[in-house]
């Protein structure tokens, strides 16, 4: 059996009831094959790849907190440290009910990736809880922020791993987490980014990776003699990363058709009202159905859907696996030409390979959404410096490292005759970077 294989059949069995993890390490592996076989007997004698699929380590901890009530809950906590080989452990928290250790592996493996593709010093690591935020009281958001905190403080470090945010975790919860980590250690240092711009927050990061989703994109259009100007857009989620899409694919001249929230999709003829989105979600933590209260001329649908939509770009923005082969098979039957993953993996395996067979420009989500990864790393140079750079400042850098992660993994696939496959690209690019830390610094 090849190594590949081996280490593949090792993950399912050292793993069991993980699918997303399975997933998730069979997607990079399978992409490495050309890069592992070409120097088979040395990864296997170092025994690499079982080092790159073992975390480093990985933290679980009970998390009570009391609710307005006066009654006592208790939730799981996690922490997974991947892989330090090219810098501190960087990665958000998830906090939603579906969380379990199994789709924190996959997010943190998907994680070291992504960081390497920044072309900046950070490792892997992903951390969250199964509690949901939704329909929480302020209080009770903070209660379980600060207990959450008082069990990792003693993991974390702005020179050890840097926490930051993702589904659930907004400003409002990294700001309860800080102030609960300076209160503990006594030390305000970049410990969590994303941090509000008060306490050390870097501009920009709020938008970063939908906007670094956008600028990815538009080079991907350039290089194939195209542009953004004049397309239509299909998002799904109506969060962070979504939103900040929506505006940027409008500020550069699309128009986007709809968004998604867990309940259901709106279609605007007239292109989204990002001010109105922003309103509802950012603001008011509504559902979508209020979206027809603004713009009367548009739609709203329950349940899923929004494939079905004909566009140009299809930009996936919600959550892991939202896109199947059925949604797949829409998208080539409407005629789109780019599908670039602004989620982590919210593409199914099937999925993307009937993208990529037929003729979809497809970018993963580990070189299309590693805006935000990037900027939170700018965010930590920034606290190293103790400055602010400006908006224009760090957005010009963001735009830089998007640009240069778009020809870096072009240049990976076609260095090994993939021309196009991006997901291959991605994974190649990432992967030599750290498999070459990794061996610098012997068996660890
Ligand atoms: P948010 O929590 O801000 O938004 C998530 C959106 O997706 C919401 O609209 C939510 O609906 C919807 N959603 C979440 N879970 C589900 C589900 N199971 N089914 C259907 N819809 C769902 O998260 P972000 O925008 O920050 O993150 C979105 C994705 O992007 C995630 O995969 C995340 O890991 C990834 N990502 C985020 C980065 C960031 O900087 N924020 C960086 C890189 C990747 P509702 O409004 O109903 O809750």
Redesign the pocket.
């Given at each position: 059996m090849s190594y590949v294989d081996e280490v593949i059949a090792q993950v399912i069995k050292e793993n069991p009831a993980e699918p997303e993890f399975h997933q998730a390490v069979l997607e990079v592996l399978e992409s490495l094959r050309p890069v592992i076989e070409a120097n088979e007997e040395k990864f296997r004698r170092d025994a690499l790849l079982e080092r790159l699929v073992n975390p480093e380590r990985q933290l679980k901890f009970r998390v009570p907190w009391i609710d307005d009530n006066g009654q006592v809950h208790v939730n799981t906590g996690y922490r997974v440290q991947f892989n330090s080989a090219i810098g501190p452990y960087k990665g958000?928290l998830?906090l939603?009910p579906?969380v379990n250790l199994g789709i924190i592996k996959f997010?943190g493996f998907e994680q070291i990736f992504?960081n390497s593709l920044t072309g900046l010093p950070i490792g892997g690591g992903k951390g969250g809880s199964d509690f949901d935020p939704?329909g929480k009281s302020d209080r009770e958001i903070m209660a379980f922020c600060q207990s959450f905190m008082s069990e990792l403080f003693k993991y974390i470090g702005a020179d050890t791993d840097v926490p930051?945010?993702?589904?659930?975790?907004?400003a409002r919860e990294i700001g309860y987490l800080y102030g609960q980590y300076k209160r503990l250690k006594g030390m305000f240092e970049g410990v969590l980014t994303?941090k509000g711009l008060s306490f050390g927050g870097s501009l920009t990061?709020t938008e970063?990776?939908g906007y670094g989703l956008l600028y990815i994109v538009e080079e991907l259009l350039k290089c194939h003699g195209q542009e953004i100007a004049g397309k239509t857009v299909v998002v799904?989620?109506?969060?962070?990363?979504?939103?900040y899409a929506i505006e940027k694919a409008q500020q550069l001249g699309a128009k986007v058709l709809t968004?998604?929230?867990?309940?259901g999709w709106i279609y605007d003829p007239d292109g989204i009202d990002v001010a109105a989105l922003k309103e509802i979600?950012e603001v008011r933590r509504q559902?979508?159905s209020e979206y027809k209260n603004y713009r009367p001329n548009s739609e709203y649908h329950e349940g899923k859907g929004v494939w079905s939509v004909k566009a140009d770009i299809v930009l996936p923005?919600?959550?892991?696996n939202?896109l199947d082969l059925e949604g797949a098979k829409q998208i080539v039957a409407n005629g789109t030409k780019v599908v670039a993953e602004?989620?982590?993996?919210?593409t199914t395996v099937e999925a993307t390979e009937y993208l990529q067979k037929n003729g979809v420009l497809f970018l993963p989500?580990k070189a299309a959404?590693?805006?935000?990864?990037a900027t939170?790393a700018l965010e930590m140079s920034q606290n190293s410096e103790r400055m602010s750079w400006s908006f224009d400042k760090v957005d010009a850098k963001l735009k830089g490292i998007m640009v240069g992660i778009y020809h870096n993994i072009d240049d990976a696939a076609k260095k090994y005759g993939l021309d196009g496959n991006y997901v291959a690209g991605a994974n190649i690019a990432g992967f030599e970077k750290v498999a070459d830390a990794m061996n610098a610094q012997g068996i660890v």
């Open positions: 958000g998830r939603h579906s997010l992504k939704k930051a945010g993702d589904i659930g975790t907004g994303g990061r970063a990776t799904s989620g109506a969060g962070n990363v979504a939103i968004a998604t929230d867990s309940t979600k559902r979508l923005c919600a959550t892991q939202e602004g989620a982590n993996m919210p989500g959404n590693a805006g935000g990864v939170s």
